[in-house]
């Protein structure tokens, strides 16, 4: 069973990663702004999308997922 420290580690992770993809956000649209080459504005709209996905998947890995000790049914 996951302890609140555990958990506690999880949400730090889930706190970087949301950081990492606000960054990302910011940058590329600074980048549009100022009229940076059309690779880079797609390298960070691109990292964007894959920490928003990373972000999703470790939530749905730790908090919404079924411990492997409760999928067995009692009998």
Known sequence: MA????LGEV???LLYISEARERAARARKDLEHCGAPEHLVSA??????????????LMQGTFFAVPS???QLAV
Not at 3 to 6: D, F, L
């Open 11 to 13: 949400e730090k992770v």
């Open 3 to 6: 302890s609140e420290a555990h």
């Open 69 to 71: 000790s409760q999928d």
């Open 44 to 57: 960070l709209r691109a990292t964007e999308f894959q920490l928003a996905e990373d972000h999703r998947q």
